[in-house]
């Protein structure tokens, strides 16, 4: 499962934050820390599932018939439980070789309670006949940040209603959803081969899990399609999408690689998934285990509800991977390919035995991510890719307070899906990467993976393994960072006496967090060399001191920044300026730029010029965005540069803020780049060239969006919904209804504060109606309301009070509007606080 727009949880919801309108910090909820998780007790081992299903798209319903093979744990047993929510149970029997002998059953609590005919011991299989029918729009679920729905099957524009939008069904298994659509032990530690065979109108193509082993014409126009998986895997895995979707093929050592998508978006799948097969490549002989299925397939859904979902054999994506070559110039979703592709080892091949676990399945992903970006494009990109993983979970702490990575006491198993699974759990095992070596830390997944081969793992099950490989008690770092949380805040000093460079240490972050231990690489620059120093951090507060033959021009702390926490240090402008130069990671080039912006010192603005110029695309922005054209040395010296970057810059990131940059000026001169920058290909930069022109001719800017066309419009909604707050005209409703109406997440997310904010300005009760309606659909449609409601109501709720009062001012239709308007938000902020 990848979070990204977490969809993805978490990412939709820093997204959001980022609006200045939102920007609102979110009371954490406290963890229950009375129950224990316990895994579930084996009674019953499912060991072949086979599904024979159809549906009612009129009803949102599945027709199943289900033949599920089991046999005892360990100990005998007369009695089976099933999960099975929100079905209606219509035969349950037990298959024999004479025919079918009724069995007798309770079903309540989503739970079917099966008498067998005898006690079964471990030796002995049975095989269930369950024929139900699944209501996935009827059941009352509730999702998470990471998942916002947990109703196991969906059905998308099954009427066909909406023009905008294809017909489609998908499956959504994780957590524990599958069990929604199939009667099933939905437990991660179970495992079970599949067959599933799926009748379909005959213009729908299918995909499940496997092969497809069959397809069968049947006379009312449907077509029947059974797939077959002979490897076992967990029923949260198991998948199911159909619509019309046109199949692009690839391949990996003869096995199938393909690629699933709507017609439209075909043309480009190579672009998209085209590095898929030198992924499975490069994760097998870094693991030493090849590709362990038959096939890996692709597909892209709509209104999915979460970023993707590593099925076995058959990944699931939200519709944001989806993109033309247009879209593609301004970025792609490669981390997230790739970080369901390692899935197909950690989560699949070898699966979490429970959700305590789940760091077993999500950090190794989200670290799949992180090595990959290193392979394709070199240990920048991977510095990068880790450096923001561990930025994203520490701007979700506080005092360096953070949950404990295995995790047996929570409030609910969708809690685990959080920035200490994913983002923090992913730089644990690059840390430990470091400390162990490549070589024995890569043999040491092996060791796991091939020990637990298509069974479950837990996290001390890799520490068993890693101290199989290297012949080291790897304990005491286990017991660190995977049964304790949080992470060490440290206050460094730096001193230099008699001939002595020296560090004092101090754990700063709160009482109620433990005390690291933690080996150190520091560089010490003095004299022109460069010495390498390792210290081994394990108390509140430590010194350490080296004799140097000079005052140190910069102590490179952490060299490796594998430091799983923060640093608070007393370094110098000058020591950050010869940190961009001389110790240049990417986290010590980023540390650099940022402090040269905060301290907005002029002496760091050379820095900033050779900024312009570094290696990382993203770096060059950020010395665009802290440049100071002000000052006229530093200007003459920037323009040439910038106008180049704005002009031949292969990133867009990099050429839109330069361009945004000139434009800033006020110079006329580069007027001409700005509306040249309004017919290039890339989306990013045509933003980018109308922000700069509201800057250089702004009564311009409204004609020179109306010349663009509806696609452009649409993909810079956020720089026209800007524009539109300061002129809130009737007129502009339309634009916000398209977006509102067929926008995937991201697009929301763009323009939804703006969208409030016009609606605010602009004095017409239509409008203010219909735009909280608009909105209201937009968060229900993409399940939006952990991000959303809260927000929205606190900002509704000030905008209804702000209205009334204006209208205690105001006369005649004037006050009757405005009255109007305070009604219409008090009702919207009502209306979100329901949910």
């Given at each position: 499962?990848?979070?990204?727009?977490i969809?993805?949880g978490?990412?939709?919801?820093?997204?959001?934050?980022?609006n200045?309108?939102?920007a609102?910090e979110?009371?954490?909820e406290?963890?229950?820390?009375?129950?224990?998780?316990?895994t579930?007790?084996?009674?019953?081992d499912?060991?072949h599932?086979?599904?024979?299903v159809?549906?009612?798209?009129a009803?949102?319903?599945?027709?199943g018939?289900?033949?599920?093979?089991?046999?005892?744990?360990?100990?005998?047993?007369?009695?089976?439980?099933?999960?099975?929510?929100?079905?209606?149970?219509?035969?349950?029997?037990?298959?024999?070789?004479?025919?079918?002998?009724?069995?007798?059953?309770?079903?309540?609590d989503?739970?079917?309670?099966?008498?067998?005919?005898?006690?079964?011991t471990?030796a002995?299989k049975?095989t269930?006949?369950?024929?139900?029918?699944?209501?996935?729009?009827?059941?009352?679920v509730?999702?998470?940040?990471?998942?916002?729905?947990?109703?196991g099957?969906y059905?998308?524009?099954?009427?066909?209603?909406?023009k905008?939008?294809?017909?489609?069904?998908?499956t959504?298994g994780e957590?524990?959803?599958s069990?929604?659509?199939?009667?099933?032990?939905?437990?991660p530690?179970?495992?079970?081969?599949?067959?599933?065979?799926?009748?379909?109108?005959?213009?729908?193509?299918?995909?499940?899990?496997g092969?497809?082993v069959s397809?069968?014409?049947?006379?009312?126009?449907?077509?029947?399609?059974?797939?077959?998986?002979?490897?076992?895997?967990?029923?949260?895995?198991?998948?199911?999408?159909i619509g019309?979707?046109k199949?692009?093929?690839?391949?990996?050592?003869?096995?199938e690689?393909?690629?699933?998508?709507?017609p439209?978006?075909?043309?480009y799948?190579?672009?998209i998934f085209?590095k898929?097969?030198?992924?499975?490549?490069?994760y097998?002989?870094?693991?030493?285990?090849?590709?362990?299925?038959?096939?890996?397939?692709q597909?892209?859904?709509r209104?999915?509800?979460?970023?993707?979902?590593?099925n076995?054999?058959a990944?699931?994506h939200?519709?944001?991977?989806?993109?033309?070559?247009?879209?593609?110039?301004d970025?792609?979703?490669?981390?997230?390919?790739?970080?369901e592709?390692?899935?197909q080892?950690?989560?699949?091949?070898?699966?979490?035995?429970?959700w305590?676990?789940?760091?077993?399945?999500?950090?190794?992903?989200?670290?799949?991510?992180i090595?990959?970006?290193?392979?394709?494009?070199?240990?920048?990109?991977e510095?990068?890719?880790?450096?923001?993983k561990l930025?994203?979970?520490?701007?979700?702490t506080?005092?360096g307070?953070?949950?404990?990575?295995?995790?047996f006491y929570?409030?609910?198993k969708?809690?685990?899906?959080d920035n200490?699974?994913?983002?923090?759990?992913?730089?644990?095992?690059y840390?430990?990467k470091?400390?162990?070596?490549?070589?024995?830390?890569?043999?040491?997944?092996n060791?796991?993976?091939?020990?637990?081969a298509?069974?479950?793992?837990?996290?001390?099950?890799?520490?068993?393994?890693m101290?199989?490989?290297?012949?080291?008690?790897?304990s005491?770092?286990?017991?660190?960072?995977?049964?304790n949380g949080?992470?060490?805040?440290?206050?460094?000093?730096?001193?230099?006496?008699?001939?002595?460079?020296?560090?004092?240490?101090?754990?700063?972050?709160?009482?109620?967090?433990?005390?690291?231990?933690?080996?150190?690489?520091?560089d010490?620059?003095?004299?022109?060399?460069?010495?390498?120093k390792?210290?081994l951090?394990?108390?509140?507060?430590?010194?350490?001191?080296?004799e140097?033959?000079?005052?140190?021009?910069?102590?490179?702390?952490?060299v490796?920044?594998?430091l799983?926490?923060?640093?608070?240090?007393?370094?110098?402008?000058?020591?950050y300026y010869?940190?961009?130069?001389?110790?240049?990671?990417?986290?010590?080039?980023?540390?650099a730029?940022?402090?040269?912006?905060?301290?907005?010192a002029?002496?760091?603005?050379m820095?900033?010029?050779?900024?312009l110029?570094?290696k990382?695309?993203d770096?060059?922005?950020?010395?665009?965005a802290g440049?100071n054209l002000?000052?006229a040395?530093?200007?003459?010296?920037?323009?040439?540069?910038?106008?180049?970057?704005?002009?031949?810059d292969?990133?867009?990131?990099?050429r839109?803020?330069?361009?945004?940059?000139?434009?800033?000026?006020g110079?006329?001169?580069?007027?001409?780049?700005v509306?040249?920058?309004?017919?290039?290909?890339?989306?990013?930069?045509?933003?980018?060239?109308?922000?700069g022109?509201?800057?250089l001719?702004?009564?311009?800017t409204?004609?020179?969006?109306?010349?663009?066309d509806?696609?452009?419009?649409?993909?810079?909604?956020?720089s026209?919904?800007?524009?539109?707050?300061?002129?809130?005209?009737?007129d502009?409703?339309?634009?916000?209804?398209?977006?509102?109406?067929?926008?995937?997440r991201?697009?929301v997310?763009?323009?939804?504060?703006?969208y409030f904010q016009?609606?605010?300005?602009?004095?017409?009760?239509?409008?203010?109606?219909?735009?909280?309606?608009?909105?209201?659909?937009?968060i229900?449609r993409?399940?939006?309301?952990?991000?959303?409601n809260?927000?929205?109501?606190?900002?509704?709720?000030a905008?209804?009070?702000?209205?009334?009062?204006q209208?205690?001012a105001?006369?005649g239709?004037?006050?009757?509007?405005?009255?109007?308007?305070?009604?219409?938000?008090?009702?919207g902020a009502?209306?979100?606080?329901?949910?």
């Amino acid at each position: 499962m990848n979070k990204k727009l977490i969809a993805c949880g978490v990412l939709l919801a820093a997204v959001f934050a980022a609006n200045p309108l939102f920007a609102q910090e979110q009371a954490a909820e406290k963890s229950n820390l009375s129950v224990y998780r316990v895994t579930p007790t084996k009674i019953n081992d499912l060991v072949h599932t086979k599904l024979d299903v159809s549906f009612d798209y009129a009803k949102r319903y599945l027709y199943g018939k289900a033949w599920i093979t089991l046999k005892p744990h360990f100990y005998a047993t007369d009695s089976l439980t099933l999960d099975a929510q929100g079905m209606d149970i219509k035969t349950v029997a037990l298959v024999g070789a004479k025919g079918n002998t009724p069995l007798k059953y309770t079903y309540n609590d989503n739970k079917l309670y099966i008498n067998l005919n005898k006690k079964y011991t471990n030796a002995e299989k049975y095989t269930v006949y369950i024929a139900y029918t699944a209501k996935p729009d009827e059941l009352k679920v509730k999702g998470s940040a990471a998942i916002t729905d947990a109703k196991g099957l969906y059905f998308i524009n099954p009427d066909g209603t909406d023009k905008n939008k294809p017909t489609q069904i998908w499956t959504q298994g994780e957590t524990e959803s599958s069990s929604a659509w199939f009667p099933t032990i939905d437990k991660p530690d179970q495992k079970t081969t599949e067959e599933i065979s799926m009748t379909v109108k005959s213009k729908y193509t299918t995909l499940s899990n496997g092969k497809m082993v069959s397809q069968k014409n049947n006379a009312d126009g449907t077509r029947t399609d059974t797939w077959k998986m002979d490897l076992p895997h967990s029923p949260y895995l198991f998948m199911m999408a159909i619509g019309e979707f046109k199949i692009t093929k690839d391949n990996y050592k003869g096995k199938e690689v393909s690629y699933y998508l709507e017609p439209k978006y075909a043309p480009y799948a190579k672009q998209i998934f085209g590095k898929t097969p030198d992924m499975i490549q490069f994760y097998s002989n870094l693991l030493g285990i090849d590709y362990p299925w038959n096939k890996y397939a692709q597909v892209v859904a709509r209104d999915y509800v979460s970023g993707a979902m590593e099925n076995t054999t058959a990944t699931l994506h939200g519709e944001q991977v989806q993109k033309t070559d247009r879209e593609l110039l301004d970025g792609n979703e490669e981390g997230t390919i790739a970080h369901e592709l390692f899935h197909q080892w950690f989560g699949d091949y070898v699966t979490a035995e429970s959700w305590s676990n789940l760091t077993m399945n999500e950090s190794f992903a989200t670290f799949g991510e992180i090595i990959w970006h290193g392979h394709d494009a070199g240990k920048d990109a991977e510095d990068k890719s880790r450096y923001e993983k561990l930025q994203s979970y520490l701007g979700s702490t506080k005092k360096g307070e953070s949950p404990v990575l295995a995790r047996f006491y929570y409030n609910d198993k969708e809690d685990m899906f959080d920035n200490i699974s994913y983002a923090k759990g992913s730089v644990i095992l690059y840390a430990l990467k470091n400390q162990m070596g490549d070589e024995a830390f890569y043999k040491s997944l092996n060791r796991y993976l091939t020990t637990n081969a298509f069974k479950n793992g837990e996290t001390h099950q890799l520490r068993l393994a890693m101290e199989d490989i290297t012949g080291k008690d790897w304990s005491p770092y286990f017991n660190q960072w995977y049964y304790n949380g949080g992470h060490p805040i440290l206050s460094i000093d730096y001193g230099y006496e008699d001939g002595k460079a020296t560090i004092k240490v101090k754990q700063t972050q709160d009482t109620s967090v433990q005390t690291f231990t933690m080996p150190v690489k520091l560089d010490i620059y003095a004299g022109g060399k460069k010495i390498r120093k390792e210290i081994l951090i394990n108390g509140r507060e430590q010194n350490f001191s080296f004799e140097v033959s000079a005052k140190p021009d910069l102590i490179d702390f952490d060299v490796d920044k594998i430091l799983v926490g923060e640093t608070n240090d007393n370094k110098t402008a000058e020591n950050y300026y010869f940190q961009y130069r001389n110790a240049p990671s990417y986290a010590n080039r980023i540390e650099a730029l940022q402090f040269i912006m905060q301290s907005k010192a002029n002496s760091g603005q050379m820095v900033l010029l050779e900024g312009l110029k570094d290696k990382s695309a993203d770096l060059r922005a950020l010395s665009i965005a802290g440049i100071n054209l002000e000052d006229a040395q530093i200007k003459a010296a920037a323009l040439p540069i910038l106008l180049q970057i704005a002009k031949t810059d292969k990133n867009t990131e990099a050429r839109s803020a330069a361009i945004l940059k000139l434009a800033e000026t006020g110079d006329q001169t580069y007027k001409a780049l700005v509306l040249e920058s309004l017919k290039d290909r890339s989306y990013k930069v045509i933003a980018a060239g109308v922000d700069g022109l509201a800057k250089l001719a702004p009564q311009e800017t409204m004609s020179a969006i109306a010349g663009l066309d509806e696609d452009t419009r649409t993909h810079i909604a956020p720089s026209i919904a800007t524009l539109y707050i300061n002129d809130p005209k009737d007129d502009y409703q339309a634009f916000y209804d398209n977006i509102m109406l067929t926008g995937d997440r991201d697009k929301v997310f763009g323009v939804v504060g703006q969208y409030f904010q016009y609606l605010r300005a602009n004095t017409n009760p239509a409008v203010t109606e219909q735009g909280i309606t608009n909105i209201g659909n937009a968060i229900e449609r993409l399940k939006l309301q952990p991000y959303l409601n809260k927000q929205l109501a606190g900002a509704y709720t000030a905008t209804a009070q702000g209205k009334a009062k204006q209208a205690d001012a105001a006369s005649g239709e004037a006050k009757a509007k405005l009255n109007k308007q305070a009604e219409l938000f008090k009702k919207g902020a009502a209306d979100l606080g329901k949910e």
